[in-house]
């Protein structure tokens, strides 16, 4: 990843130059097509935060416009609009920044060309991790001590008319490069009532999200489609405006606001590139309320295909692989919708097993999971993550869920997983991951500091026999509460990951993200 | 469109009657302004562009010439209805239901508050309520009022609010009128929520948000006549009836004569939204609960649920009573940056005016006057060596020389003869005191007002 940056700056500083050159050439030309051109450059040359401009639908790859850290799925999907008729004006240019990107890196490093991507179609779904992008492009949400990134920020969100939400408390120094927000500080504070820039649905989403009403990855994405359904319904198109375009500027400013509620996880990201790809595939000659119809049945069966028959397909293969059998122990962490899924489904079937349910502070998730197996029978153990190397002799496997899986294998899910992979490793038990393939990311890191979720840190404080400790701690100035949300489990701990498509070892996350790309 | 205001400005007043003969309780001046404009500049604050107004034909008349009601930029939508029909607050709903298209935000135009509104509407969109209301603490009204004979306590019918652990879910609504028997909670609620706090000191906002379906079962019930009487209660109560939470309607048997009287009752207030399955879904696979300890999932499965926001820092006054009205003439010019002072009063050099005395506009005050903590109101004059504290000055009053006024309230256009000693007097309407008048304590009205009860 370091290599990647060194790239950056050099890349970074040559495009630049060639940039300022090519502005000087084309002021003349004034064509709208070419301003477009400009603007792409921007966010290839710029470390700068994911911010484009909205209104300009942006024409696809730059072949280093296709960011492997998308993590706002926002400017790899903006540069998903189907450019049929810019493109054929901008063939000249495109193939010259080719022609000069490809010497700068056959200079640089022995890389594949980018010929693929010409012949690609107006989808650049991140490539796989082998075709390096030129630039890394960091996104905004992990550069907050950085005074640029934020004014761009507040820029954007002005012209989106979206509130700016401000950090509360100390941050730990490792972790100041990350937003940190109070949960009794809404962002609602500063819109009106009633919300007009927003949806109301949005609203209410946004404020779910915040106080933690909707949290799982894939409730949160579910409602998340929920809610653009609404937005559809109510959605008209206005005059000389075309559905495919408008409906996706409509979409970016929801987006941003829900960003501003909580981080977006990585299943959003893919449930909003999917829908943004669904709606600029409307063809422009579609009555409105066939394209509506249209894209409300594609969400639904995105969520059916992606969410329910993915959770039934994991259910069957972990069961009839055996790999719940009876006599089994099983360990799980915190409360994973899929896990408790799958554990009722084989229970249904009659197969033994007793439960150990591990559960940590702040969120104590796993009382949710606990309820959730007693009710149905199961007969479970609680203990908290302290008791961890206690209680593994006992068991004999180990399911966790996933936020998401990450290209180079690592599984990133909530806080102390991975310290449970690595006990468990410890202990020679097997540890299985269950992960849909819409929770797949392109995204790479190999550790939990570079971006990573920072929570309330009041979440912390406790009330016990009348007494809260930690009541002032802001007053205290070498006191730091940290309260994160995620960390990433290196895929030494992971022996197998169960997904709809089969039993995979974790090291064939990029093999799935081929193939997804390859079909669609 | 997401929320829709409604303001109730009918009547009102019984519990001030000296005050309201002669103007309605909606136009009567808290610091100069008209009570109405509290909750209108409210509404207008937070973002609101329209609001209902539903009113009398007098109200309406008042406010087309009022300027402070025409200085607010929302569009007023005034509804008027006769005054003395016997129409309760939900009565008014109901007549209005044409025009409502979503949820509504009603407030009552007697209310002065500086609430953060977000809280009230984040808790009816976070958890998709039915209702959810506004409390605050109730304050002591520290002034003496005039006309009370020594310290009368008034027993008023104390409110019961049960709430839940996190102060947010309202369990629980009954005034001591219609319990008889002492206070009874049913098994069904203990069994969900162990722990309830029971509070007595709230003071009712009289600010709801309301479902639109709510609005509609108005429509089909048309015995309930009063929102904070009637509504609000059966609302909390039917929070809890099996009849919304069993998921086997048929199979129970027992409650065969209940579910014939509320059936069609719940499904008006049920009204399920397009997606419901996916909502549905959403709160399955969400590891979210709203209470810990027991079986059951988010809301114990139930669709109805009413929360209620208990403000305890800040101002919020409902002003039904003299002594509210004495409080708050206190206390909401605080709320607003403005000048003490109105431009166009003439206000001579020797007078001496308190930091928190408010002149009205077009006044006329003379020399060796003193003011102290009071209000003024519009085209007062207010001639030499008269010495006002502590008291209410409304519009057109004529204060003649060397007069003493303490504590008191004095009406509209009321004239207050040369030397005469008012203190903790109430003088109504157009009242004339005669010269060298010795009032305490006294509530001096006309004849004919009298005759009123």
Redesign the interface.
């Known amino acids: 990843q370091s290599e990647g940056k060194d790239l950056t700056k050099e890349e970074k500083q040559r495009l630049r130059k060639e940039k300022k050159q090519q502005k000087k050439n084309k002021e003349k030309k004034d064509d709208k097509a070419s301003q477009e051109n400009e603007k792409e450059k921007k966010p290839v040359t710029s470390a700068a935060p994911a911010s484009q401009p909205p209104t300009q639908p942006t024409v696809q790859k730059a072949p280093s416009a296709v960011p492997a850290t998308a993590p706002v799925s926002v400017p790899a999907s903006e540069a998903s609009v189907p450019a049929d008729k810019p493109a054929k004006t901008k063939a000249e240019l495109k193939a010259e920044r080719r022609a000069r990107q490809e010497a700068e890196r056959a200079s640089k490093q022995s890389k594949k060309g980018e010929t693929g991507q010409q012949a690609a179609t107006s989808k650049p779904k991140a490539p796989p991790s082998d075709l390096q992008p030129v630039v890394k492009r960091l996104p905004e949400h992990i550069q907050v001590d950085n005074p640029d990134v934020l004014k761009k920020l507040a820029k954007k969100l002005e012209r989106q008319q979206i509130p700016l939400r401000s950090d509360y408390g100390y941050k730990v120094s490792l972790f100041s490069h990350l937003h940190q927000y109070s949960r009794k500080a809404?962002l609602?504070?500063q819109?009106?009532?009633?919300?007009?820039v927003i949806h109301?649905a949005i609203?209410?989403l946004g404020?779910?999200y915040s106080?933690?009403?909707?949290?799982?990855s894939?409730?949160?994405s579910?409602?998340l489609?929920?809610a653009f359904?609404?937005v559809i319904?109510d959605y008209t198109t206005p005059q000389n405006e075309e559905l495919s375009r408008d409906l996706v500027n409509k979409l970016k400013p929801y987006i941003s606001f829900l960003n501003q509620c909580r981080p977006l996880s990585a299943s959003m990201g893919n449930a909003i590139k999917y829908i943004k790809k669904e709606i600029s595939n409307i063809p422009s000659n579609c009555k409105e309320d066939e394209a509506k119809n249209k894209l409300l049945n594609d969400i639904e069966s995105y969520?059916n295909e992606k969410i329910?028959l993915a959770g039934v397909a994991i259910a069957k293969c972990a069961i009839e692989k055996q790999k719940i059998s009876d006599g089994d122990v099983i360990l799980v962490y915190?409360?994973s919708?899929l896990v408790n899924h799958i554990l009722c489904k084989a229970f249904e079937k009659s197969r033994k097993f007793r439960v150990i349910v591990v559960d940590s502070r702040p969120r104590l998730?796993g009382?949710?999971?606990l309820?959730r197996l007693?009710?149905k029978g199961i007969s479970c153990t609680y203990v908290l993550i302290s008791a961890v190397s206690y209680i593994l002799p006992e068991v004999s496997k180990v399911f966790l869920g996933a936020h998401a899986l990450l290209a180079n294998g690592y599984v990133m899910s909530r806080v102390g997983t991975s310290q449970i992979a690595l006990v468990a490793k410890a202990f020679n038990v097997p540890v299985l991951v269950c992960c849909e393939t819409y929770k797949f990311c392109d995204r790479v890191q190999t550790d939990s500091f570079v971006s990573n979720e920072l929570d309330d840190p009041d979440d912390l404080i406790v009330t016990r026999k009348g007494t809260t400790p930690l009541e002032g701690w802001q007053n205290e100035s070498s006191l730091g509460l940290l309260n994160l949300v995620y960390d990433v489990t290196p895929p030494d701990f992971v022996d197998l990951v169960i997904t709809e498509l089969g039993m995979i070892p974790c090291t064939s996350v990029p093999v799935v993200l081929r193939v997804k790309n390859v079909d669609q | 469109m997401e929320l829709q205001a409604v303001l109730m400005a009918v009547g009102g007043g019984s519990r001030m009657t000296d005050l309201t003969y002669n103007t309605p309780k909606a136009m009567l001046p808290v610091g100069n302004k008209p009570l109405m404009w509290y909750p209108l500049n409210l509404l207008e604050k937070v973002g609101f562009e329209e609001v209902i107004v539903i009113t009398t034909k007098e109200v309406q008349k008042a406010m087309s010439t009022d300027l402070k009601i025409k200085d607010v930029k929302m569009k007023l939508d005034v509804v008027s209805i006769q005054e003395d029909g016997d129409m309760g607050t939900a009565d008014a709903l109901r007549h209005i239901q044409p025009k409502i298209k979503t949820d509504i935000l009603v407030l009552s135009c007697d209310l002065i508050t500086d609430v953060a509104l977000h809280e009230v509407v984040d808790l009816f969109r976070a958890h998709n309520a039915t209702m959810a209301m506004l409390m605050s603490k109730a304050h002591e009204f520290t002034e003496t009022v005039p006309g009370q004979k020594g310290k009368k306590k008034t027993a008023e019918q104390r409110d019961f609010v049960g709430v839940d652990q996190s102060g947010k879910r309202l369990l629980f609504m009954a005034n001591e009128a219609d319990l008889e028997d002492g206070l009874s909670i049913r098994k069904s609620i203990m069994r969900k929520h162990p722990r309830m706090l029971i509070k007595t000191g709230l003071v009712d906002a009289h600010l709801y948000c309301l479902k639109k379906a709510v609005v509609d079962f108005l429509t089909e019930n048309k015995s309930i006549s009063s929102i904070r009487g009637e509504l609000v209660p059966y609302l909390v109560r039917k929070q809890f009836s099996k009849t919304v939470n069993s998921q086997k309607l048929k199979d129970d048997t027992d409650d065969q004569t209940q579910e014939k009287n509320d059936g069609p009752a719940n499904h008006e207030l049920l009204i399920s939204s397009r997606d419901e399955p996916l909502l549905q879904l959403a709160q399955e696979r969400s590891c979210w609960n709203d209470h810990r300890g027991d079986m059951s999932e988010a809301y114990h499965g139930g669709k109805l649920r009413c929360y209620v926001h208990i403000m305890d820092q800040g101002l919020c006054c409902r002003v039904n009573t003299l002594a509210a009205y004495i409080e708050v003439n206190r206390l909401a010019p605080k709320l607003f940056e403005e000048p003490s002072v109105h431009p166009s009063a003439d206000i001579s050099e020797r007078c001496q005016m308190g930091s928190d005395s408010i002149i009205g506009a077009v006044c006329h005050i003379a020399d060796k006057t003193s003011i102290k903590r009071s209000t003024i109101g519009n085209n007062t004059t207010v001639k030499e060596k008269v010495k006002v504290t502590n008291s209410i000055i409304m519009h057109g009053v004529t204060i003649e020389e060397g007069c003493n006024i303490q504590g008191s309230v004095i009406c509209s256009n009321a004239v207050i003869g040369r030397g005469a000693d008012l203190k903790y007097c109430l003088v109504g309407n157009g009242q004339h005191i005669e010269p060298e008048a010795e009032r305490t304590n006294e509530i001096i009205v006309g004849t004919d007002q009298l005759m009123e009860i």
């Open positions: 809404p609602t504070q819109l009106s009532i009633p919300s007009t109301p609203v209410r404020l779910q106080h933690g009403i909707v949290a799982g894939n409730a949160r579910v409602a489609l929920h359904k609404q319904r969520i329910i915190g409360c919708s998730e009382k949710e999971a309820r007693v009710q």
